[in-house]
T-cell receptor, first 115, second 114 residues
Framework: ETGVTQTPRHLVMGMTNKKSLKCEQH?????MYWYKQSAKKPLELMFV???????ENNSVPSRFSPECPNSSHLFLHLHTLQPEDSALYLC??????????????FGPGTRLTVT | QQQVKQSPQSLIVQKGGISIINCAYE??????FPWYQQFPGKGPALLIA?????SEKKEGRFTISFNKSAKQFSLHIMDSQPGDSATYFC?????????????FGTGTRLTIIP
């Protein structure tokens, strides 16, 4: 596997379910991100982790709970979601090496449908 | 408040033509402006990026034009090909020593017709 992988690629869950999204990066990067992509809206940054520490929580509801056990893995735990949470959830990673290194590498995303 | 405004929402260009997508930003602290390309079923991928110390950057058929005074930047795709059909996102961020937060535009769905 190369780059950034995400599983599952598709997920349908009821509002009372608990599920988790997984992201793994094989690039040796130290920063990882969760984004939400909804139709006709800008990509919304949700969380940022640098060296396993959360450095950004963009006012995300507590029904989304991130976890970063190491620099290569990132999880998004979901519980009691709402239908408006249906979207494509993208994971990204980037090297954290100071000024001048910005490229974020995205995974293919998990298409989430909340019923 | 949308900090990066992108237009048009969709664009149809004939093969061989020039595709132009525009973005405008509000935050004068932004100092990095990338363009991402996204194909269906894939995540966005960096296409080309520019910093405000230059007015233009060219990579192959792709060119970014940057107008700092107008707070605008645009992507030009020369000799557009059907394989360029994708959704394009502009973005902007403030240098923060590796802790960058990209602010994205809403995207432009580009279709190149034969």
């Amino acid at each position: 596997e190369t780059g950034v992988t995400q599983t599952p690629r598709h997920l349908v869950m009821g509002m009372t379910n608990k599920k988790s999204l997984k992201c793994e990066q094989h690039l040796g990067h130290n920063a990882m991100y969760w984004y939400k992509q909804s139709a006709k809206k800008p990509l919304e940054l949700m969380f940022v982790y640098n060296f396993k520490e959360q450095t950004e929580n963009n006012s995300v509801p507590s029904r989304f709970s991130p976890e970063c056990p190491n620099s290569s893995h990132l999880f998004l735990h979901l519980h009691t979601l709402q239908p408006e949470d249906s979207a494509l959830y993208l994971c990204a990673s980037s090297p954290k090496s100071g000024l001048g290194t910005y490229e974020q590498y995205f995974g293919p995303g998990t298409r989430l449908t909340v019923t | 408040q949308q900090q990066v405004k992108q237009s048009p929402q969709s664009l149809i260009v004939q093969k061989g033509g020039i595709s132009i997508i525009n973005c405008a930003y509000e935050n004068t602290a932004f100092d990095y402006f990338p363009w991402y390309q996204q194909f269906p079923g894939k995540g966005p991928a960096l296409l080309i990026a520019i910093r405000p110390d230059v007015s233009e950057k060219k990579e192959g058929r792709f060119t970014i034009s940057f107008n700092k005074s107008a707070k605008q930047f645009s992507l030009h795709i020369m000799d557009s090909q059907p394989g360029d059909s994708a959704t394009y996102f502009c973005a902007a961020s403030v240098s923060n020593f590796g802790n960058e937060k990209l602010t994205f535009g809403t995207g432009t769905r580009l279709t190149i017709i034969p």
